[in-house]
């Protein structure tokens, strides 16, 4: 069993800056496309941040870009989101996810293999 753990949330003001971690059992992690949603109150689980297996090739939602950048250590078997400008509509449990064919391109809900259990991050006005 494969088991995603997140680590890193909590209560920022807004401008401020957190990185969430997600450590990944297994040996298999360099091998999956790993990536970031966000789902907030009443709202549907939205895409943020996705990296491939080796970590060349990313992709951030358009409502991070330029303040988020998601990043990965394959010798540690964790993948980072730095977040920083943070907004109060950032508020949102962020959850930890993977793909375990690697495929970073269909990164979507519907396509994830794994999933962490979420860690919640709150940015207040």
């Known amino acids: 069993q494969v088991l995603l753990v997140e680590s890193g949330g909590g209560l920022v003001q807004a401008g401020g800056s957190l990185r969430l971690s997600c450590t990944v059992s297994g040996r298999a992690f360099s091998s999956y496309a790993m990536g970031w949603f966000r789902q907030a109150p009443g709202k549907e689980r939205e895409f943020v941040a996705a990296?491939?297996?080796?970590?060349?090739?990313?992709y951030l939602a358009d409502s991070v870009k330029g303040r988020f950048t998601i990043s990965r250590d394959n010798g540690k078997n964790t993948v980072y989101l730095q977040m920083n400008s943070l907004k109060p509509e950032d508020t949102a449990v962020y959850y930890c996810?993977?793909?375990?064919?690697?495929?970073?391109?269909?990164?979507?809900?519907?396509?994830?293999?794994?999933w962490g259990k979420g860690t919640l991050v709150t940015v207040s006005s």
């Open positions: 990296i491939s297996g080796s970590g060349s090739t990313t």
């Open positions: 996810a993977a793909d375990r064919w690697g495929s970073v391109q269909a990164f979507v809900v519907p396509n994830m293999d794994y």
